[in-house]
């Protein structure tokens, strides 16, 4: 992928929850290692991680936690980023970590997660298993959101529910937003969203914008903004993006290059 277009794309599909994309109900393999959005990481170190992001970033983020950086290449850096997280939130959460494998560690702790949030939305854990605890939890998120938008769910599966709260949810944040949908695909539609959010979010935090693209901006608040961004709860550190780590989400790549002028 693109570098220039790296941010932009795993912030578009990460924060397009903001207007309540299908996305971030995607079915989640319980077979597969658990990643920092499943076990409610910053978003920036999953972008790390799946993405190889800028650099810049990921140095920053290591001095942040007092990791050695010096002889170090990206990919070490991000590994040793994405270890010291997890051992940080585990800390946080008060799981043991001695003698156990830094998988595990991140297994423990996403399933606490989900077990949190099984307990917020009043879903009954007893004698179940953490995978249909999962599920649960994402079509109780479903529902709720078709609910929320006044969406039909008779005789419908999850998917087309989820298709359907993407639909009228970009479509809805477009209005709000003035972006002009004649003739565009959902897809475009979504990203002049993304856009105009982060124009936003930049404005907010007197962020100088232009002649950057939407990615040069994102990556200008993600080094140098994002403790005041997340303060302010802006774009992309808003609420409505926490059910995130509860999900997967099957990323659509979009191509283009969108600077402000």
Excluded: C, W
Excluded at 19 to 34: L, M, Q, R, W
Excluded at 48 to 56: A, I, L, V, W
Excluded at 153 to 166: P, Q, Y
Aim: aromatic share 4%.
């Amino acid at each position: 992928m693109n570098r220039k277009l790296g941010i932009l794309v795993s912030v578009s599909v990460l924060t397009l929850s903001i207007i309540g994309v299908n996305h971030a109900f995607a079915k989640n393999s319980i077979k597969d290692e658990p990643t920092l959005m499943d076990i409610g990481l910053d978003k920036e170190e999953f972008h790390h991680k799946r993405h190889q992001m800028n650099p810049e970033i990921i140095k920053k983020r290591a001095e942040e936690l007092g990791i050695e950086t010096e002889g170090k290449n990206t990919e070490v850096l991000a590994r040793e980023v994405h270890e010291a997280k997890i051992l940080e939130k585990a800390k946080e959460l008060g799981i043991k970590t001695e003698g156990k494998k830094i998988e595990e560690i991140a297994k423990e702790i996403r399933e606490l997660h989900i077990l949190n949030k099984a307990k917020e939305l009043g879903i009954k854990t007893d004698g179940k298993e953490m995978k249909e605890i999962a599920e649960e939890i994402r079509e109780t998120l479903i529902m709720n959101k078709a609910k929320e938008l006044n969406i039909d769910t008779a005789g419908k599966s999850l998917d087309d529910i989820s298709r359907e709260i993407f639909e009228v949810s970009v479509m809805n944040a477009a209005k709000q937003l003035g972006v002009d949908t004649d003739g565009k695909e959902l897809k475009e539609i979504a990203r002049e969203v993304i856009d105009k959010k982060t124009l936003q979010t930049a404005e907010k935090l007197g962020i100088d914008v232009k002649n950057k693209s939407t990615q040069e901006i994102l990556e200008d608040i993600f080094v140098n903004y994002k403790e005041e961004a997340k303060k302010q709860k802006l774009f992309p550190f808003d609420d409505e993006n926490r059910d995130l780590h509860f999900m997967r989400h099957q990323e659509r790549h979009h191509k283009g290059d969108h600077s402000h002028k």
